[in-house]
């Protein structure tokens, strides 16, 4: 049931996470409990950021064997 992606729409994926990434990034950096240390280590919208995180991660990790795929052939 796993679609195979190409190259062209993970990296479309990417890009968007990085978008999403960044919003998140801008709301957490306002919130007045990040402005202390360790602040974001209680904040919901930090663990949403790590979440991104491991997808990017992970899309990475496929678009990379995807291409050393290509290179073999
Ligand atoms: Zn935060």
Known sequence: MV???SIDELE??????????DKLEET???LP???EDDGCD???IYNK????DDKIEALEDKI??????E???
């Open 12 to 21: 479309e994926q990417v890009e968007k996470l990085l978008d999403e990434r």
């Open 28 to 30: 957490c950096d306002t």
């Open 71 to 73: 290179e073999e052939e």
């Open 64 to 69: 990379e064997s995807l291409m050393g795929d």
């Open 3 to 5: 679609k195979i992606m």
């Open 33 to 35: 409990q990040c402005q």
């Open 42 to 44: 209680t904040c919901k």
């Open 49 to 52: 950021i790590a979440e991104i």
